[in-house]
T-cell receptor
Framework: GNSVTQMEGPVTLSEEAFLTINCTYT??????LFWYVQYPGEGLQLLLK?????DKGSNKGFEATYRKETTSFHLEKGSVQVSDSAVYFC??????????FGPGTRLSVLP | NAGVMQNPRHLVRRRGQEARLRCSPM?????VYWYRQLPEEGLKFMVY????????ESGMPKERFSAEFPKEGPSILRIQQVVRGDSAAYFC????????????FGPGTRLLVL
């Protein structure tokens, strides 16, 4: 079955540091890939998505590129802010199937 | 354009009582999904519904849990005879046309069982 693996957290960075959160997936078909962010006490918000190989999703300074050859969708940001502190979930979906979420990676950004 | 709405945001129940969680999907969305999130854990799929139909309930506990999405009104997740282990955040998501599309999440209902 389909699955998503994310790097273990928590990740702690200083403000303005470079961020990478690794995500790899296993899928039987051609999934769409997503990053969701969950701020404390809130629901999940869609951060970005990519629907086919080599697509790059981007939003609020975050980027992720759909790499079919390495089955990866790593999340990156060049300069993190304290307000980026949250839990980040990688997810995949295929048409007609349920979403599969990774376990989440907690990011803490220190001033 | 209102997003997915859930109420109540916080719910406290004593063991043995019933909990009813409501979810109104985004306007134009006919697919609803319920997830449970235990503290410091990821999301666990519970059930997928379309209007008046349960499509996939493979993640629902066999007893005490039920869900519906009537023709009119919100989707309801019902937990009968709650136990302390039911304490969690319950999230609803919706998508417009079909399973596998982008899901949009509500703010969640945080259930505490005393």
């Amino acid at each position: 079955g389909n699955s998503v693996t994310q790097m273990e957290g928590p990740v702690t960075l200083s403000e303005e540091a470079f961020l990478t959160i690794n995500c790899t997936y296993t899928a039987t078909g051609y999934p769409s890939l997503f990053w969701y962010v969950q701020y404390p006490g809130e629901g999940l918000q869609l951060l970005l998505k990519a629907t086919k190989a080599d697509d790059k999703g981007s939003n609020k300074g975050f980027e992720a590129t759909y790499r079919k050859e390495t089955t990866s969708f790593h999340l990156e940001k060049g300069s993190v802010q304290v307000s980026d502190s949250a839990v980040y979930f990688c997810a995949l979906s295929e048409e007609g199937q349920n979403f599969v979420f990774g376990p989440g990676t907690r990011l803490s950004v220190l001033p | 354009n209102a997003g997915v709405m859930q109420n109540p945001r916080h719910l406290v129940r004593r063991r043995g009582q019933e909990a009813r969680l409501r979810c109104s999907p985004m306007k134009g969305h006919s697919h609803v999904y319920w997830y449970r999130q235990l503290p410091e854990e990821g999301l666990k799929f519970m059930v997928y519904l379309q209007k008046e139909n349960i499509i996939d309930e493979s993640g629902m506990p066999k007893e005490r849990f039920s869900a519906e999405f009537p023709k009119e009104g919100p989707s309801i997740l019902r937990i009968q005879q709650v136990v302390r282990g039911d304490s969690a955040a319950y999230f609803c998501a919706s998508s417009p046309l079909r399973q596998g599309e982008t899901q949009y999440f509500g703010p969640g209902t945080r259930l505490l069982v005393l």
